[in-house]
């Protein structure tokens, strides 16, 4: 199969086919990755523009990574502290960057929609790294590569998703990725972070994690946005944790040898455990590692690469 889409967008849209193609072009790129010189003259006179409205150490770190090791030029722009401070509307960013003739732009902004306004606008191929509320798409793609690598078949897998569901874009594009790959996907919250219309993408929901435990395959924590404490959706942390917190006994409830996943950063001791984040269950270095992968996939198959990759 070959890719055919210009953009990166958004999970939802994306067939079982165009996830399986990204996620087998991501295993010789991983390979890559622990090799004594991680550099490939793949994309040698191309350029990858990172385009961060929101701070984000991790997710941008990582595509700057994946760009490199494939040989790209990059550049970051902190737009946050320059030009929209000075006034400059998306549009106008994009116009600028268009001028500089990118072949790939990375974008990651707090509008839903963004990084769709881009790809219309832009011919180089966009990556959505979060856009707003609606997709984290290369989040979930990678948090699938993790679960496929110890998982070799997702269908019918029991998948619980804990936390802050109502702020989390990395839930939305795992409910659409896990779906299309037939697992049972479980979401799992406080009622004031647990919306109701998520039902309609065909999950379970649930307020009772400790119900939800037993027979999980994979348990993924999402990140405790503090914030939202302050705007009354929380009693308090401590209750969080003890409701929602991932500990070993809880873990061990599973009566599986459960995969413990987090998207990062982590809140130790609110979300999860140190105790159990340290695990040999835990596999959330790994999808750091496996972040880099994906992005490096995603951006060789925008360029016009196959699935046979030749390093």
């Known amino acids: 199969m070959k890719w055919n889409r210009k953009d990166l967008l ?20 991983k390979e890559i990755l622990f090799r004594p010189i991680k550099k490939l003259p793949t994309f040698r006179g191309k350029s990858v523009i990172n385009l961060f409205y929101e701070s984000s150490t991790r997710t941008k770190s990582s595509f700057e990574t994946a ?14 502290q320059s030009s929209v401070n000075k006034g400059e509307t998306l549009y106008d960013t994009a116009r600028t960057l268009q001028a500089m003739n990118p072949d790939i732009v ?15 606008t832009l011919k180089a191929g966009v990556i959505n790294a979060g ?28 998948v619980l998703i804990v936390g802050d569901v109502l702020h989390s874009r990395v839930a939305r594009s795992n409910v659409y990725s896990l779906t299309k790959m037939g697992a049972e996907v479980v979401l799992v919250g406080p009622p004031t972070l647990l919306p109701p219309e998520m039902k309609i993408l065909g999950v379970k929901m649930s307020y009772q994690l400790d119900t939800e435990l037993p027979g999980a395959d994979v348990v993924m924590a999402l990140r405790l946005q503090l914030e939202r404490q302050q705007a009354g959706l929380l009693p308090s942390l401590r209750e969080y944790s003890l409701l929602y917190g991932l500990n070993r006994e809880r873990i ?19 979300e999860i455990t140190s105790e159990v984040a340290n695990s040999p269950n835990a596999v959330i270095e790994e999808q750091v590692t496996n972040g880099v992968a994906i992005r490096m996939a995603i951006m060789y198959l925008l ?3 196959t699935s046979n990759v030749v390093a």
């Open 10 to 29: 958004h999970i939802e849209s994306l067939t079982r086919d165009e996830i399986e193609l990204i996620i087998q072009t991501a295993k010789p790129m």
């Open 106 to 120: 990375v974008v990651r902004h707090a509008s839903s929609g963004a990084a769709q306004f881009l790809s219309q």
């Open 131 to 158: 856009d707003g509320q609606h997709e984290h798409p290369t989040q979930a793609l990678l948090d699938l590569f993790t679960m496929r690598e110890h998982i070799t078949d997702l269908s019918g897998k029991k």
């Open 67 to 80: 760009a490199k090791v494939l040989g790209a030029d990059t550049t970051s722009l902190a737009v946050a």
């Open 303 to 305: 360029m016009g690469g």
């Open 252 to 270: 061990e409830q599973t009566g599986k040898d459960t995969l413990v996943m987090h998207p990062g950063p982590m809140n130790r001791g609110v």
